[in-house]
């Protein structure tokens, strides 16, 4: 096993921003009885106190707001602005989550003989929560804020690449929780099976392989898990869309943050003959050619390093998959070896559906443009891929709108809206290869993180 574990800074690779033990699975066992002792008092202590100490994480992350985003830079490479968002919707998610613990906890009906009949939910006891690392904060909190407002305790082992955020969090968080009841876990694979084998409720985001295997190992424990796997996500630019309006639009939510989301955008289908999809693909070639990588830190920069060696030899093979199959490389291509983990924002077209690049997840700056003859091929492309995360789509009649966002198979859908950001409070989730089990965020996270049972009162029968 790993026995320490490094992150280093994207766009200075020679900057180590972490070098820490590697949790074993002893450590995880035992981490895992503390969370249990402590979870007890945790739930016993009522709503007003969980509500009250994930109000004062709140408060004291929004305090220290300007460091955490310092370090997310640091860290990940991501664009500072970007950067400054995320804390502030990490802000905004402990703020959600300190008024969701006073929610309902359950439903009265009628009883069928007298008495009184209800339902209650209650915690399932230790969180198992396995995280990414390309929004290092706003994860683990949109995971470890809900099942901590409805009474659990969380184990959280965090991406390698993203493991001084996740200690910083929960140094900050420590500060308000009692103690043991959130414990990062740092480590590789091995520290992540053992954090499955502890848990009583799993909650995974990354990859499609280490996520299936997620859910296996926790179904045969018979636990509740639910994954998010990333996606190939399509923006359809119907006839009828302004050529330079969409371009800038699918331009960013495809390349931000070197295109390191998941749902960034990764095939634009252009609608229309000819004609069309050239006009539609100059102006993406224009818009995607004018997002030039730079340091994260400096604001205004849009396009950072990827986050590893690894990672921008992935975008490259791709792009040598492309031209060695027939395709073009429109504008881009070339990584910046001088300066950390850079790629450049790449543009291709030319590829069959069936190629592995319009089928796979390529994790960075890489977007494909496809062509459509109508509205019935724009929809079996955008559906074309294993994936089901979200499509965009992107005109001016309502009809053509409604009925690409009717027919789709995706998770969420997106009209006349980037594929990238999402609203804390609405569920989030995808279909097929994107997606094992329940939705997250909003309520519907609190319904994962807690058991309903149905509880029978009958009248005192003497």
């Known amino acids: 096993m790993t026995t320490t574990i490094q992150s280093r800074s994207p766009q200075y690779p020679g900057d180590l921003v972490a070098d820490v033990p590697a949790a074993t699975a002893g450590d995880v066992r035992e981490a895992a009885g503390t969370a249990r002792t402590v ?13 009250t100490a994930l109000g004062a994480a709140a408060r004291t992350l929004r305090e220290r707001a300007a460091e955490a985003a310092a370090l997310v830079v640091r860290e990940v490479g991501k664009p ?20 969701a613990a006073y929610g309902a906890w359950g439903e009265t009906y009628p009883p069928s003989a007298g008495g009184v009949l209800w339902t209650e939910r209650r915690p399932h006891g230790v969180a198992g929560l396995v ?3 390309n929004f290092p904060l706003a994860i683990p909190l949109w995971k470890a804020a809900p099942a ?8 959280l082992k965090p991406s390698p690449e993203a493991v001084a955020c996740a200690t910083w969090l929960a140094d900050l968080m420590a500060e308000t929780l009692p103690a043991g009841l959130l414990q990062v876990l740092p480590g590789g694979a091995e520290t992540g099976e053992a954090v499955v084998r502890a848990a009583d409720v799993v909650s995974f985001t990354g990859s499609v392989t280490v996520g299936s295997e997620v859910a296996v190992a926790a179904t045969r424990r018979r636990v509740p898990v639910q994954a998010e796997m990333g996606g190939h996500n399509a923006a359809v630019v119907l006839p009828d869309a302004d050529p330079g309006m969409v371009a800038r639009v699918l331009a960013l939510a495809a390349m931000g943050f070197a295109g390191q989301k998941c749902t960034a955008t ?36 849009t396009v950072g390093p990827v986050v590893t060696e690894a990672a921008r030899d992935r975008v490259v093979d791709a792009v040598a998959a492309v031209r060695a199959s027939g395709g073009r490389v429109l504008v881009g291509g070339v990584g910046d070896r001088g300066r950390g983990w850079y790629v450049r924002p790449t543009l291709v077209d030319g590829l069959d559906p069936g190629h592995e690049v319009s089928q796979q997840e390529v994790f960075g700056p890489l977007a494909l443009v496809q062509a459509a003859r109508d509205l019935d091929h ?9 994936y089901g995360l979200v499509t965009s789509v992107h005109g001016r009649d309502a009809g053509p709108l409604l009925e690409v966002a ?3 198979r995706t998770g969420l859908v997106k009209v006349n809206a980037p594929t990238t950001g999402v609203d804390f409070y609405a569920p989030f989730g995808g279909e097929a290869a994107s997606s094992i089990g329940p939705r997250e965020q909003g309520r519907a996270a609190l319904d994962f993180y807690a058991s309903t049972r149905t509880v029978t009162f009958a009248p005192h029968a003497g």
């Open 80 to 99: 500072a602005g970007e950067a400054r968002a995320e804390v502030g919707r990490a802000v905004a998610i402990l703020d959600y989550y300190v008024q």
């Open 406 to 408: 009717r027919r789709v």
């Open 131 to 133: 995280t990414p690392w």
């Open 378 to 386: 724009a929809v079996a492309l955008a559906d074309g891929t294993p």
């Open 266 to 301: 990764r095939r634009v289908v252009v609608v229309g003959g000819d004609a069309r999809v050239r006009e539609v693909t100059e102006a993406l070639v224009s818009a995607v050619g004018a997002l030039e990588p730079g340091d994260p830190s400096e604001d205004g920069v």
């Open 39 to 51: 979870q007890r008092d945790w739930w016993d202590g009522g709503a007003a106190a969980r509500a």
């Open 148 to 155: 901590l407002a409805v009474g659990n305790a969380v184990l």
